[in-house]
Nanobody, 123 residues
Framework: VQLQASGGGLVQAGVSLRLSCAAS?????MGWFRQAPGKEREFVAA????????VYADSVKGRFTISRDNAKNMVYLQLNSVKPEDAATYYC????????????????????WGQGTQVTVSS
């Protein structure tokens, strides 16, 4: 499975942005991670395939929304009220098999990764 992320760009703080990720085939849990320069990759959000169970990092809860369109093999990340600290390269990831939601934040549990899309935030 190949993942193609898009939608990043330069935005002002406070605005909204939507990232998209297209999968070349069917996947199970899909998630978004991000990595800022000089920092480790961190979990942002994930969503299950079947019932749409979602998990968010505390830093984005209430501002970001993850969704998916299984018919199109797409996952989206809506970023609202973007902050300068949200600036990073955002990566979409997918697991080949379902997993319990408690491990959604674990990058090692994902089998496929996209190339990343950069989000730059000006204050």
């Amino acid at each position: 499975v190949q993942l193609q992320a898009s939608g990043g760009g330069l935005v002002q703080a406070g605005v909204s942005l939507r990232l998209s990720c297209a999968a070349s085939g069917r996947t199970a849990t899909m998630g978004w991670f991000r990595q800022a320069p000089g920092k480790e990759r961190e979990f942002v959000a994930a969503i299950s395939w079947s019932v749409g169970l979602t998990v968010y990092a505390d830093s984005v809860k209430g501002r970001f929304t993850i969704s998916r369109d299984n018919a199109k093999n797409m996952v989206y990340l809506q970023l609202n009220s973007v902050k300068p600290e949200d600036a990073a390269t955002y990566y979409c990831a997918a697991a080949g098999v379902p997993m319990t939601y408690s491990v959604y934040p674990m990058a090692s549990r994902y089998d496929y990764w996209g190339q990343g899309t950069q989000v730059t935030v000006s204050s």
